[in-house]
């Protein structure tokens, strides 16, 4: 924000253009690089902010998701979260080198992501509860697909991996609350539960033989929701550069 004005485009906003309340993290100084960065409130009908490119998604397509476009917008200096005292005080530490602290967008994740993992550990749930039924009634060679040992182990796998996922997202929640990460325990449980529930939803698909494949059944649709969680709140290979930089203390590119 070197003139006092936000200026750019963001692509990809979740509810972009459409909210009430836009959060602007801006650089007000460049210098500190991404520790150099502020968060702002933009009030409702802000002159300047507008939406930009509307995406037509691949699955989650009742969730808007938007450029949104900023041509001189301007704030009152009480839409700095946090106070300027206190951002001042922190860019000076940031300065000076007294202050070891993570980015504050960075921060924010680690609260963040188990809370997308919980939402990704939802999907899985949903696709898993309705192919298990969908198993026990469904016949085929003269008894139910579950009592197909294929069937069986595949659902077995499914609740194991979901289960898996759930404790990892719970463990993370409770460190996000109370303190004491150690190891990006955040990513991991973020990173686990996505790629669990791209495949628990595929396999849900696969349960179903065709009726999976239809539009008349929700699964379908599962596994196209399922898969954002892979990409949005840092993709899966972002959660293992985390992952990895945690478990190293290396900075691994
Ligand atoms: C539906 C949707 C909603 C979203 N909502 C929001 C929102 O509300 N707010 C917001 O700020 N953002 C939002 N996003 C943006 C989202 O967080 C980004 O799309 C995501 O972080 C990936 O960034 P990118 O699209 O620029 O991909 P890129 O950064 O271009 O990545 C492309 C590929 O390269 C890989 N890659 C990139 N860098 C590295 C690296 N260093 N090492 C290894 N692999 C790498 C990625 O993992 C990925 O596979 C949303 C995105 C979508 C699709």
């Not at 150099?36 to 002159?47: D, L, N, R």
């Not at 996505?194 to 033989?209: N, R």
């Not at 929700?218 to 478990?247: C, M, N, Y």
Request: charged share 25%; glycine share 10%.
């Amino acid at each position: 924000m070197m003139s006092g004005y936000f200026n750019g485009t963001k692509a990809w906003i979740t509810n972009g253009g459409i909210a009430d309340v836009h959060v602007v993290v801006a650089a007000v100084d460049p210098e500190l690089k991404g520790r150099g960065q502020a968060s702002f409130i933009v009030p409702p009908k802000t002159k300047g902010l507008s939406q930009g490119q509307k995406y037509l998604k691949h699955g989650i397509r009742a969730s808007h998701t938007a450029e949104v476009v900023l041509e001189d917008v301007r704030v009152p200096g009480r839409c700095l979260l946090g106070g300027k005292e206190k951002l001042d005080a922190k860019l000076a530490r940031y300065r000076e080198g007294t202050s070891s602290g993570k980015q504050p967008a960075m921060a924010t994740f680690e609260a963040t992501r188990p809370a997308v993992g919980a939402q990704a550990l939802g999907v899985a749930r949903a696709a898993y509860e309705f192919a298990l039924d969908y198993a026990k009634e469904r016949k085929a060679f003269g008894k139910p697909i579950i009592m197909h040992q294929a069937i069986a182990f595949k659902l077995a796998n499914m609740i194991t991996e979901i289960d898996a996922a759930r404790l990892l997202i719970w463990r993370a929640s409770w460190l996000a609350k109370n303190g004491g990460y150690k190891n990006a325990e955040g990513s991991q449980s973020k990173y686990y539960a996505s790629e669990m529930a791209v495949k628990v939803t595929e396999d849900a698909i696969q349960i179903l033989g065709g009726y999976g494949y239809t539009r008349e059944y929700p699964v379908e649709r599962w596994h196209r929701d399922a898969k954002i969680h892979t990409i949005f709140e840092g993709t899966s290979e972002i959660q293992q550069l985390v992952i990895a930089r945690a478990i190293s203390g290396l900075r691994v590119e």
